[in-house]
């Protein structure tokens, strides 16, 4: 272990009380290693280096050593105590090499190759740092406009957003945390259409996409008129669009894909505290966090679900516990710009001008269920509005005591606070929802301000053991009202909710309710409650059934619009997993349900051409034929090169399934892009990259069979894996734990993986 001397004085009582899965999240993501790769700290020692690293930042304001060391001890009770916790870089990287501690960033992207590459360049340093990257397309013009330099004639934003996509893929392959991207163009560029549809089929793993809506466009919604589209380069009107039909395509994209999300632009720069530092044009990876160009933002969480008062009868929040915690986080973060090690020098100069950070919760469902509350209830909307409230007039407090003692940011002249009546303040921006998935993990409590995902979970574990793991309130209360035993939160785990079990009394179902129990407009009425007391946005995902319809949806934005939140994402269950597997015409048959049964593969020719491959799997050496005849690809046949078992049946199950497809007409780039990325237990090496399965090494040798065809040479190597995080559903890619959706992320309560992340 480390060296312990210095966090003598710190209670290791957190390395004893952290719950099994919190502790596994902490070795496996967190903790320091050494060079072997085994972890040399404790979570103790983790959150003495976090408080010591992070109160060396009152040097800066006159403490000396014996004050500075109250402070770190302050700021380890305030962590350890799991009331609140900052975001994942200050707790992996504070007091070391590293010390980069911001979670996101955004860039701008202008109309020029020198621009372009320079973010490209600018994004890499940044994921390599461990951050996110948000940037807005809108300035670069669209695809067919004359570029005068060259005679040329512009790709358009989408095709540059496939640069920092690779660029993205490039960079995590040798890294730990993989780069997350947003993507936002305005609704009124003229290539909207195609970057509405850029992730349908798969493309863009390592993008989060969000349109930009104007209060221009969103008029023309309500009137059903058309909208000028504007081409970026001198502002010139470049054609109309039927405002109604757009709105259109962005819903029925987000029902079946889950991307685009949408962001209300006009509505996030009436809110933009310094416009004389710029317009805001794009959020972080999970639209969260609108962002000046070169800004980033640090982050933390109150950890609602220990602010529960005990009080017979009526158990309310602790509200004077609440306001310790909250002045106790904002002195941490604004402390935290201080010892931050930014990527980029404009960055460090911007972030400091503005100051701004990000105090936010976790733990609300759980807060909710200790009070006896349900969460679609109007209480707990009202008291999600008082508790915000409450958040952001102590936060402002706390940072207005700040600016006493140090000044206010230093770009306060000509700020919407200029001028105000009362305290300077110290921090432009103060509250934020983020997403808190592995954080909440380690707290033990539910997600941001997220109902709980699920009641109870089965877990398969090492011999494909199958554990099931309750939620630890509803554990309580099943003990104390007598109804607790394993085969009912068996029965739980595998229903996933409990609106259909009537050995649970009803009045507890009531409070326990999950994201799938929940209607959709009180996802985002809760999401409303506390934006309206949050500077930033509040970031949530409105979580749909299967059976949810296009119309749900568009109930949904219009709401969302009405109530003033300032960006939806959505996510129905399992629409990842049902992307169409062709395009072009067959995708179009395949969409109408009228058609369905209709289409038939062609026959199997008495003649084909191909080639077989061998590739290195996790089971052994897979053999991987591939054969066409006139009309294209026909037929793929695997042999693994030891005979029998489930391997060999299931790809060959897989192969019957694929050739069928192929002369079915599918296009085999669907089929490939479906393939590639599919994780089993056993991952391996091959020469040029990475087999993650049996299924990935099929879709290796199609990739390899249609560059063959295209170019009459054999490729050489494996081509390097994409993540296809944007196909990311049920499993998770690292453990194969259940992925929840939330917060516009996707994150494993079992080891803690996050996309976001």
């Known amino acids: 272990m480390a060296d312990v001397g210095k966090t003598a004085c710190y209670s290791r009582v957190i390395d004893e009380t952290l719950a099994p899965n919190a502790l596994k999240v902490l070795q496996r993501r967190y903790l320091k290693r050494a060079d072997g790769g085994q972890v040399v700290e404790r979570p ?415 877990r398969t574990v090492m011999d494909n053991d199958r554990l099931v793991e309750v939620n630890p309130t509803f554990e309580d209360v099943a003990v104390k009202r ?18 259909d079990i009537d050995e649970v009394p009803e009045d507890v179902r009531r409070v326990f309710v999950t994201a799938h129990d929940i209607a959709p407009v009180w996802h985002v009425r809760m999401q409303a409650a506390f934006q309206k007391h949050t500077d930033n946005a509040v970031s949530k995902t409105v979580n749909f059934s299967n059976e949810a319809t296009v119309a749900d949806v568009r109930e949904v934005y219009r709401l969302a619009h009405e109530l003033g939140v300032k960006g939806v994402t959505i996510y129905r269950d399992g629409s990842k997993q049902n992307q169409v597997l062709s395009t072009g015409k067959t995708a179009g048959a395949q969409a109408d349900p009228s058609r369905a049964g209709e289409i038939e593969p062609r026959p199997r020719p008495q003649v084909t051409v191909g080639r077989t491959e061998k590739i290195k799997t996790g089971c052994g050496n897979l053999y991987v034929t591939i054969n066409a005849d006139e009309h294209g690809l026909c037929e793929v046949f695997t042999q693994m090169g030891k005979s029998g078992g489930c391997a060999s049946s299931q790809s060959e199950a897989l192969s019957r399934l694929i050739s069928m497809s192929l002369r079915a007409g599918v296009d085999p780039s669907a089929i490939v892009k479906h393939l590639r990325g599919i994780r089993c237990p056993s991952p391996t090496w091959a020469e040029g990259g990475k087999v993650l399965s049996c299924a990935d090494a099929v879709g290796i040798a199609l990739e390899h069979f249609v560059e063959w065809q295209a170019t009459g040479e054999s490729p050489t190597a494996v081509v390097k894996n994409t993540d296809r995080l944007d196909n990311l559903s049920g499993a998770c890619p690292e453990c194969g734990g259940t992925l929840e959706h939330e917060s516009g992320c996707a994150v494993c309560r079992t080891c803690g993986f996050s996309k976001c992340a």
């Open 482 to 499: 007598g109804f607790y035993n394993r085969d009912l939160m068996a029965l739980i785990a595998e229903h996933g909710s409990l609106a």
């Open 44 to 458: 103790s020692e983790m959150f003495a280096r976090v408080a010591e690293n992070i109160a060396s930042a009152e040097r800066l304001y006159g403490a000396d050593d014996a004050r500075v060391a109250d402070v770190a001890a302050d700021f380890y009770d305030l962590m350890t105590s799991l009331d609140f916790l900052p975001n994942s870089p200050t707790l992996m990287n504070a007091g070391r090499e590293l010390q980069q501690l911001s979670a996101c960033f955004v860039l701008p992207v202008a109309d020029s190759m020198e621009s372009i590459f320079g973010a490209v360049r600018d994004t890499a340093i940044i994921h390599k740092s461990g951050g996110g990257t948000g940037f807005s397309f809108s300035r670069l013009r669209p695809a067919g406009d004359q570029v005068q330099s060259t005679q040329g004639v512009s790709s358009g934003p989408v095709s540059f957003m496939r640069v920092f996509n690779q660029a993205t893929e490039a960079v995590k392959q040798g890294g730990t945390r993989r780069g997350a991207n947003m993507g936002v163009l305005r609704v009124d560029h003229p290539d909207i259409l195609e970057f509405i549809r850029c992730k349908s089929d798969g493309d863009f793993a390592n993008f989060n996409i969000s349109v930009a809506l104007t209060d221009e466009f969103m008029e023309a919604v309500r009137e059903g008129s058309a909208y000028e589209l504007r081409n970026p380069r001198d502002g010139s009107c470049a054609g109309e669009l039927d405002a109604r039909d757009v709105h259109e395509l962005i819903i029925e994209m987000a029902w079946a894909t889950g991307d685009p999300g949408i962001i209300f632009i006009d509505r996030i720069n009436a809110d933009n505290p310094t416009p004389r530092q710029g317009e805001i044009e794009s959020t972080n990876p999970c639209g969260e966090q609108p962002l000046l160009p070169y800004e980033a933002c640090n982050l933390g969480s109150v950890n609602l679900s220990r602010m529960a008062a005990p009080r017979e009868g009526h158990p309310d929040l602790d509200w004077d516990r609440l306001a310790d915690v909250v002045h106790r986080g904002v002195r941490f973060l604004d402390d935290v710009i201080d010892v931050n090690d930014y990527p980029l020098p404009k960055i460090a100069e911007v972030a400091r001008g503005n100051r701004k950070i990000g105090l936010g919760v976790m733990g609300w469902a759980d807060l909710l269920i200790r009070l006896d509350i349900p969460y679609d209830s109007e209480e707990a909307v009202a008291l999600g509005e008082k508790a915000m409230g409450f958040i952001d007039a102590e936060g402002k407090s706390a940072s207005r005591k700040l600016a006493e003692e140090r000044g206010s940011f230093p770009n306060f002249e000509g700020s919407v606070y200029d001028g105000m009546e009362g305290a300077p303040i110290r921090n432009a921006t103060v509250t934020t929802i983020a997403p808190t998935g592995t954080l909440s993990i380690i707290s033990n409590c539910s997600s941001g301000i997220e109902p709980l995902f699920a009641v109870s979970y089965v």
